[in-house]
C-alpha cells in the first residue's frame, strides 16, 4: 500500500510541474515545427525553449529528441510523448471551448 502511495505522488510530481506549454512544444515538433516558430507562437525567448525542453529531459528521461542544426527531431520515444501530449491538449481545449447553440 505505501508503494501505490509514493508511485501516486511521484506521478503527481511529474504532472504538476509540466504545463501546457511543455504539451504544446512537444506537439508542434511532432509537426516538424523548428524551435524558432515556437518562440514566436509561445511569445518566449529561444533560451525559454531550452530550459523547457530540459525540463522535459529531467522529467521523463534523456533521448526525447536530437539536435539537427538549428531544429529539433524526435525519436520514437519522443514521438509516442508528443501523441500523447496532443491528445492532453485537445482534451483541454475541449474543456474551454463553449458548445455552439
Known amino acids: 500500500m505505501e508503494n501505490t502511495k509514493n508511485t501516486k505522488n511521484t506521478i ?4 504538476r510541474s509540466m504545463d501546457i506549454d511543455d504539451l ?6 511532432l509537426n516538424d515545427v ?4 515556437i518562440c514566436k ?15 522535459l529531459d529531467k522529467l ?13 527531431k524526435l525519436s520514437a520515444r ?4 508528443a501523441h500523447k501530449s496532443r491528445a492532453g491538449l485537445e482534451v483541454c481545449l ?3 471551448q463553449t458548445p455552439e447553440s
Open 60 to 72: 521523463f528521461g534523456p533521448g526525447l529528441y536530437v539536435k539537427t542544426g538549428s531544429s529539433l
Open 41 to 55: 507562437s509561445l511569445l518566449v525567448s529561444a533560451p525559454a525553449i531550452s530550459h523547457r525542453m530540459r525540463k
Open 24 to 29: 504544446y512544444i512537444l506537439t508542434e515538433l
Open 12 to 15: 503527481l510530481a511529474k504532472l
Open 34 to 37: 523548428t524551435p524558432a516558430i
Open 94 to 96: 475541449s474543456m474551454i
Open 78 to 81: 519522443g514521438q509516442a510523448l
